[in-house]
């Protein structure tokens, strides 16, 4: 079955940038049925939509983060890359990769706490 | 962007109820909409999309309803595995997806 997990430092400076993989096995990311989508979640809170990779290249992002978020893949690898720039205290968070079925999350990663502090 | 409002925040409950959580979105989304139930520690799990259709091998007890603005999930027969915090998220296209604030079920 298709799994996905997340992998990455699990601590960054502040103002350094925040970079995720998300490796997918047992399917494909060239699917053309599929998004692939970061979400992440700050402790104790709730839920945010960071953005999403489709297999012509087409990205999407929340216009919240758009100026310093940058989404990436590696067909060959099967992987997609999260990148979010200037990073403070307030991204210290989980982040969850997870697949996109036309806007909604059908499978996630187990998720990767990322922790910002100097 | 589409703001979405659950209710309630918590929820107390015990073994046996029927439980119901709303979901309130501020725009009309149609039946762009889907559930997910999260237990501490672990990633989200999708139980219900297009408002009111179960993803597969999710047990009958779930159940959503609703269009436009206003949204329902139904937990019938609450069992103690229930115990969790439950999201709705709306995923009406060119419009960033957002998630509600989560209500937390407690089993009395």
């Known amino acids: 079955q298709v799994q996905l997990q997340e992998s990455g430092p699990g601590l960054v400076k502040p103002s350094q940038t925040l970079s995720l993989t998300c490796t997918v096995s047992?399917?494909?990311?060239?699917?053309?049925?599929?998004?692939w989508s970061w979400i992440r979640q700050p402790a104790g809170k709730g839920l945010e939509w960071i953005g999403r990779?489709?297999?012509?290249?087409?990205?999407n992002y929340n216009p919240s983060l758009e100026s310093r978020v940058t989404i990436s893949a590696d067909k060959s690898k099967n992987q997609f890359f999260l990148n979010l720039s200037s990073v403070t205290a307030a991204d210290s968070a989980v982040y969850y990769c997870?697949?996109?079925?036309?806007?909604?999350?059908?499978?996630w990663g187990q998720g990767t706490l990322v922790t910002v502090s100097s | 962007d589409i703001q979405m409002t659950q209710s309630p925040s918590t929820l107390s409950a015990s073994v046996g109820d029927r439980v119901t959580i709303t979901c309130r979105a501020s725009?009309?989304?149609?039946?762009?909409l889907a559930w997910y139930q999260q237990k501490p520690g672990k990633a989200p799990k999708l139980l219900i999309y297009?408002?009111?259709t179960l993803e597969s091998g999710v047990t009958s007890r779930f159940s959503g309803s609703g269009s436009d603005t206003d949204f329902t999930l139904t937990i019938s027969s609450l069992q103690p595995d229930d115990s969790a915090t439950y999201y709705c998220?709306?995923?009406?296209?060119?419009?960033?997806?957002?998630f509600g604030q989560g209500t937390k079920l407690e089993i009395k």
């Open positions: 998220q709306q995923y009406v296209s060119n419009s960033p997806y957002t």
């Open positions: 047992g399917g494909s990311i060239s699917s053309a049925v599929y998004y």
């Open positions: 297009k408002a009111s």
């Open positions: 997870a697949r996109d079925h036309g806007g909604y999350r059908d499978l």
């Open positions: 725009q009309r989304i149609s039946n762009a």
């Open positions: 990779f489709y297999t012509t290249g087409t990205m």
